[in-house]
């Protein structure tokens, strides 16, 4: 089935959900343009996460999607504590900028059971997850009439989100900005292109594949139709839209990038994620294995990140970025889409 079936849109682009950059005027301006827009959950409180499905609700009636971490990703029990070598470090950073206050050690991300009620409750069209998907939110969100899809990073969890049921499946390569969706085994096998993950993965499943991970313009698109996609996500090349809720110092950084700065890696949150090298993440990646799980790392720089953000200081800031990001435009989401559905609709016939 096409993606425009299956979700009632006319292009097949999604606007990747992005915790902490995803807005209601981002999610609608890519809906109202005939995409699916996504709003990133991960964060949001019951209360919230209502408030921004409403306020797409009040910008446009066409389909969006709102994506959520797994409960895979809470905190483990019992709660780690840092070791000396992190402290030390973070109290460096802390006395650097006259910081008095200490990180609170709890996640950052909302309870993922509650958040589920809301969006059913709110019958949100497309439910979306990253590290993976529980059998019975699959079996609820169907229940519910609505449409539910995952994130992938190899063959092994793609046939997995295919058993499951799911209606679609994201093939996330390791181009990709932000965190790597990946659920089973290590992520260092999970780092595959994008070119070689989509087709293997077509293959293998019976459901409609997205192809995510360094897709920033109409070549990027039309390659992933020719390597058997339904469709694109694509996350990076959006942040260079206003309706992004980003940081300007994180975009200005993003459009001085060349596609050797983002870099995988566990230092900022304590799972592995793509995002601007700086700084805290060389710092942090030289403690090696003394790094804290999930989500804990991202709790433990909390205030620093605050308060260097407050400054205008881009070393600490989490910049997530695909490897695509030298070709970011800074343009309207509607202008964005209007070029993207123009563009390769001729070079899809320039290719014929
Ligand atoms: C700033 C940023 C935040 C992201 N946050 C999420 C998220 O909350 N949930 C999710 O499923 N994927 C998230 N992703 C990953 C995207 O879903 C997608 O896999 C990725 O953006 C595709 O690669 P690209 O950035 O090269 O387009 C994020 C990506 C970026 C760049």
Redesign the pocket.
Known sequence: MSLQALFGITHPFLQ??????STPELVAAVSGAGGLGGL?A?SMGRDFLRQQIQAIRGLTNKPFNV?LFSPASQIPDPSPQPEDAVLALIERYHREFGIDEKPVLESPYGDPAVQLEVLIEERVPVI?F?FGVESGHVEAIHSAGLKVIC?ATTIEEAKWLDTLGVDAI?A?GA?????R?TFIGDYRDALIGTMALVPQVVDVVKVPVIA????MDARGIVAAYALGAAGV?????F?GCPEAGIADLWRNQLLASSPSRPRVTTAMSGKPARGLRNRYIEDMEALGDALLPYPLQYALSAPVRRKALAVGNADFHAM?????VGLLEQMPAAALMATLIEESESLKSQLM
């Open positions: 990747a959900p992005m915790a902490g950059a990133g991960a994506n979306s990253h994130s994201i996330q181009e990709a900005g932000g965190h969706g995510a991970g360094g897709i996500q694509m996350g990076t090349a942040l997530w970025s695909g490897q695509g």
